[in-house]
């Protein structure tokens, strides 16, 4: 079973940073990509950016293009969001998924992401 672990959540005020970690116990084909996808109270699970391991292929929603950037760490299995000129409408649990890739590179369905993390809460205020 897969596991993975985020961290790095908190309270920032707009225009501020925080960078989230996720670290998974195992990298398989199956988990070859990892994701981030976030849930504001009231809203449906979104995405925001993915990575796959092998290619470094990234993906990224329209409203994070520009202030979010995925990263991996390939010694310590942990994949990196790093969150610049955060805004109040960020607000949310950001969630790590892990998924398989396709040839063309990570996915942004919610579907294709098999493992889950517990979910960080990021809380921007004006």
């Known amino acids: 079973q897969v596991q993975l672990v985020e961290s790095g959540g908190g309270l920032v005020q707009a225009g501020g940073s925080l960078r989230l970690s996720c670290a998974t116990s195992?990298?398989?084909?199956?988990?070859?990509?990892m994701g981030w996808f976030r849930q504001a109270p009231g809203k449906e699970r979104e995405f925001v950016t993915a990575?796959?391991?092998?290619?470094?292929?990234?993906i990224y929603a329209d409203y994070v293009k520009g202030r979010f950037t995925i990263s991996t760490d390939n010694a310590k299995n942990t994949v990196y969001l790093q969150m610049n000129s955060l805004k109040p409408e960020d607000t949310a649990v950001y969630y790590c998924?892990?998924?398989?890739?396709?040839?063309?590179?990570?996915?942004?369905?919610?579907?294709?992401?098999?493992?889950w993390g517990q979910g960080t809460q990021v809380t921007v205020s004006s």
């Open positions: 990575i796959a391991w092998n290619t470094e292929k990234t």
């Open positions: 998924a892990a998924g398989l890739a396709r040839l063309a590179g990570p996915s942004s369905l919610r579907d294709e992401y098999v493992y």
């Open positions: 195992s990298r398989t084909f199956r988990t070859s990509a």
